[in-house]
């Protein structure tokens, strides 16, 4: 089974390994990456995730279309109603940051588990999109609704409707991508950034990441309202208390995620 879990301290680099099919999914590979991202949230001593696909072709081409995408297709005709995701986690919200470093291609599936992830970085060579309407199909693992989250309306319609991808470069502008990095850079720097965010309070990271998610495309009053809630419960933490005390001792802190 080609999915990499790889701990370094407060970080875990999972990556999607068959570069001979784009990193594409088939269904044994689908559920051991779901596996390897249930690991991840289980390990207390995680705290951030890498997602990543090997060589620097493809981050993943999606569902493996000789088997995934025909499994799921009969069991559907045959009046089944089988759940469809990507490694499970893109069908929820994931209780832990992760981070997308797009090496290569994302397209259809490997878009919407890049869009799953908080932060997307992607390789000048990459390429994104969602191109299921060329196989009179539709995106069906979040696509449809976290795409027009992250770019403009149009942007969003145009890509789905068209199948078509776009350039790294153009994802930038769009703003579906945070930075582009050159290829020998991308994972290093994805490790680096997410080692930034490890070393953050996990608590307080994890808790202001579900008060920005949850109060998305809410009124002003209800965000204000779930972040209020987050803030108490926070500050009732004793890694809380941990960085006012460090600050003032001019030490670097050291939490605990309690």
Known sequence: MSIRFEPDGHVVLITIDRPGARNALDPEHNAALGAAVERFEADEQLRVAVLTGAGDVAFSAGADLKTLIPAHRDAVRAGGSPPWNFGGFTAREVSKPMIAAING???????????????????????????????????????????????????????????????????????????????????????????????????????????????????????LDIEAGFFRAVMRTDDAIEGTTAFTEKRPPVYRGR
Do not use: F
């Open 105 to 223: 291609h994302a397209l259809a599936g490997g878009l919407e588990m890049a869009l799953a992830c908080d932060i997307r970085l992607a390789a000048p060579n990459a390429t994104l999109g969602l191109a299921e309407t060329k196989w009179a199909i539709i995106p069906g693992a979040g696509g449809t609704q976290r795409l027009p989250r992250a770019v403009p309306l149009g942007v969003a319609l145009e890509m789905i409707m068209t199948g078509e991808p776009v350039s790294a470069a153009e994802a930038y502008r769009t703003g579906l991508v945070n930075r582009v990095v050159p290829l020998d850079r991308l994972r290093p720097e994805a490790l680096a950034l997410a080692g930034q965010i490890a070393a953050r309070g996990p608590l307080a990271v994890q808790a202001a990441r579900r008060a920005v998610l949850r109060g998305t495309g809410r009124p002003l009053a209800e965000g």
